[in-house]
């Protein structure tokens, strides 16, 4: 009887809560959605199937929350384990109405209700009372998912930069969380100064925690999955989780590639189609002056020496994005 059966319905909260040891202080905030205390200078949300076909990383979630409750695990700091979608899970589907990974930052209020709307609503209340309870502490975010198409780079993050009022951003968290990302197995960093509506930009921009969206290999059905390709990740959650003090403050080392965005490509026509093979892996390179995509009478290429791209997708509605490019990150 684990997370994953209580989050899809198959146990009752009764159930799944009679398993627990009697001094463990977890908490059902919701289906999918689990609370930890701590009293820690940290505190830690993990969040995975926020995408309901992105199965591995709610696997690693399910086996730490299982560790946890079979007293193999004591996580030192407060904690918020989330399965984002139990309906798209229950499906093994990435949505049902609509991407829930555009509807945070308050967005959901913005579009017509459903499923994923309330969803939205859901998760946006349990992660502020998470934060409230924790505001003192260094906050961290990181949203599980994994990529549709093959990547360059297996395993790698998009890291939100952008300034805001609101939050102090210097150097030190930032190279704080890019080397918690490099020992967990992250081999290639996004530093994006965009303004999204993500799960991981949310915690960002709204709590100032260290936040990333983690692209955890390519997205299979639950069998499929080799947790031996996860084990790096999943022992560093464990390793972070258990230490009294949050390690990571070392140099970032050669081994992270670092990016940051040069263009965003959007579609506005009916007729926008990619000018590079429909399964080209993220992270293919194309050297300047290469036509990236075409629409009506319009030609996008690459402008610096050399770009990189990332989640293209011609089938996005218009004004929508379809395509980003790198660069590499120099600081
Ligand atoms: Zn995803």
């Not at 993990?46 to 086996?63: C, Q």
């Not at 007293?71 to 109405?97: E, M, N, S, W």
């Not at 968290?173 to 918690?180: G, M, T, Y």
């Not at 379809?322 to 990150?329: D, I, K, S």
């Amino acid at each position: 009887m684990s997370f994953i059966d209580f989050t899809l319905g198959k146990i009752s909260e009764a159930e799944f809560v009679a398993q627990f040891p009697k001094h463990l202080k977890l908490e059902c905030w919701a289906p999918g959605v689990l609370y930890l205390p701590g009293e820690s200078q940290f505190s830690l949300v993990l969040s995975a199937g926020i995408h309901g076909n992105e199965t591995a990383p709610v696997l690693v979630l399910n086996e730490i929350v299982a560790r946890i409750i079979g007293q193999v695990l004591t996580p030192k700091h407060a904690c918020l384990f989330i399965l984002g979608h139990p309906q798209a899970l229950a499906k093994a589907v990435r949505y049902c109405d609509t991407n829930l990974n555009r509807l945070f930052c308050g967005q959901h209020l913005r579009v017509a209700a459903c499923i994923e709307s309330m969803r939205a609503a859901l998760l946006e209340l349990c992660v502020a009372r998470f934060f409230q309870l924790h505001d003192a502490k260094q906050k961290l975010h990181w949203d599980c998912h994994c990529a549709i198409r093959d990547s360059f780079y297996r395993r790698f993050a998009v890291v939100p930069v952008a300034k805001s009022p609101c939050i102090d951003i210097t150097h030190r968290p930032l190279s704080s969380q890019l080397n918690k990302l490099q020992q967990a197995g992250i081999q290639a960093a996004v530093l994006s100064q965009l303004a999204t509506n993500t799960f991981s930009y949310a915690s960002y921009i709204q709590y100032g925690a260290q936040a990333a969206t983690l692209e955890l290999g390519k997205a299979l059905p639950w069998a499929q999955n080799n947790m031996l390709d996860h084990q790096i990740f999943q022992d560093y959650l464990i390793s972070l989780l258990s230490l009294d003090e949050v390690k990571g403050e070392a140099e970032v080392s050669h081994e992270l590639q670092l990016f940051t965005i040069a263009q965003q490509i959007n579609k506005y026509h009916d007729d926008f189609m990619l000018a590079f093979a429909a399964d080209a892996a993220n992270f293919s390179c194309f050297q300047q002056g290469e036509v990236l995509a075409k629409e009506a009478e319009k030609e996008y290429c690459v402008q610096a020496n050399q770009e990189w791209i990332l989640f293209p997708n011609a089938k996005v509605e218009n004004g929508a994005r379809a395509l980003l490019t790198l660069t590499p990150y120099v600081s």
